[in-house]
């Protein structure tokens, strides 16, 4: 009981020290939305993190760690032993802002449609009242910008970079914003929370010609229909029912002319599961079946298969030590377990296969979906997540 009160009071301090700096990170997160960028090309962002950063006493900055665009602050760096990393992704996504907002994004076709800018405003926030409380830390704390989250693995290049050796991170935890969830609730799963996240391509060939005149041509359209009809009726006859499994086609593209049948056709896809048994089954299938049905009509096709993300995997020990700390900042029916995994990819993932961490949603109870381009966030959240993050680093238990 008497550990359960300092644990709530060190939370209501916490969230003080963050409604003070309120105005910071809405400053911070407008900033952020109207100067989206995306994967790879984070370099206004990047420069803006990097200097409030600085700005935080006892801070240490590294900036371009494996990619150009990477962000690193690492709080507490004479403490001994492994670092607790808190990550943040930076990137925004291809879409034609339509919220209205009075900061709304300035570049054509990009906009912050995830929350991003709002993570990244609170976590910025975390750092910056943790740095208040940095003689009472019982671990060195990482704060990771990370490039590239949406579909380009930014994850998969820094831990191929030795990202995780070289800070001596021991653990992780992210924290996403999401709309369907209640507000200020937090939510997280035991073991396996997200799918795997795959991409396909789809290259089809045939012979072009006149519309009118379709015997003298091989049609790379009818082709690549009867490739995606045939493709979600092997999903439903060859993989068992009770193994979920989704393969989706969102981008189809072919011919410039309506009364032309082109030469070429193109499929890009993705595929979601939770087994990579499954994924191993349909991805064969799927590089078998696209030929196959090519040469049938007279075509060709060909299979372009990139593995993109595994499935997030919460580390056990450390998620019960988060809901026991969780009780006391969000109360008992503020932290929550998700019935079921997610089919959306994250790649997070690649942290959670390196070291044991945990990844969790913050919902926002708003009505636009992600990706959506009217998504919005509620900014009275940014103080709470921001002293969510720092409660976190105070305390989880050193490694």
Request: hydrophobic share 45%; glycine share 8%.
């Amino acid at each position: 009981m008497k550990e359960q009160m300092e644990l709530s009071a060190l939370g209501a301090a916490l969230l003080e020290g963050a409604e003070r700096i309120y105005g910071d990170m809405q400053d911070w997160r407008r900033d952020f939305h109207q100067f989206p960028e995306l994967a790879m090309e984070e370099n206004i962002t990047a420069s803006k993190i990097a200097g409030v950063l600085k700005s935080i006493p006892g801070m240490e900055v590294i900036t371009g760690y494996a990619m150009p665009t990477s962000v690193i602050g690492v709080l507490g760096g004479d403490i001994p032993g492994p670092a607790l990393m808190l990550r943040a992704t930076m990137d925004a996504v291809a879409a034609e802002e339509q919220t209205g907002l009075p900061f709304s994004s300035c570049m054509p076709g990009v906009m912050h449609a995830c929350g991003h800018d709002a993570e990244m405003a609170a976590l910025l926030g975390a750092a910056a009242i943790l740095a208040e409380h940095r003689e009472e830390m019982p671990q060195r704390v990482v704060f990771l910008f990370q490039p590239a989250g949406e579909g380009r693995s930014g994850a998969k290049t820094l831990t191929e970079n030795h990202f995780v050796e070289r800070f001596e991170i021991g653990r992780c935890a992210a924290v996403a914003w999401t709309p369907e969830l209640p507000y200020s609730e937090l939510y997280t799963k035991k073991g396996v929370m997200t799918a795997l996240s795959d991409r396909i391509h789809i290259d089809v060939r045939g012979t072009a010609g006149h519309a009118a005149e379709p015997h003298m041509t091989v049609d790379p359209v009818t082709i690549a229909a009867n490739i995606i009809i045939t493709i979600q009726a092997m999903l439903s006859r060859e993989v068992d029912p009770r193994e979920a499994v989704v393969v989706s086609f969102g981008q189809v593209e072919s011919g410039t002319a309506y009364n032309v049948i082109p030469e070429q056709a193109n499929l890009w896809g993705t595929l979601r599961a939770f087994n990579p048994k499954t994924r191993d089954f349909v991805q064969s299938r799927i590089e078998t079946v696209a030929p196959a049905i090519a040469k049938a009509l007279r075509g060709l096709a060909s299979v372009e298969y990139t593995r993109n993300y595994a499935q997030i995997e919460n580390n056990l020990d450390m998620l019960e030590e988060i809901l026991r700390i969780g009780v006391p900042f969000f109360g008992e029916d503020g932290i929550n377990m998700l019935e079921r995994p997610l089919l959306s990819g994250e790649d997070f993932s690649f942290f959670t296969h390196a070291v044991p961490s945990v990844f969790m949603l913050l919902g926002t109870g708003l009505e636009y979906p992600l990706h959506h381009p009217r998504y919005d966030v509620p900014e009275s959240m940014l103080p709470f997540s921001a002293a969510w993050e720092a409660y976190m680093a105070l305390t989880l238990s050193g490694n």
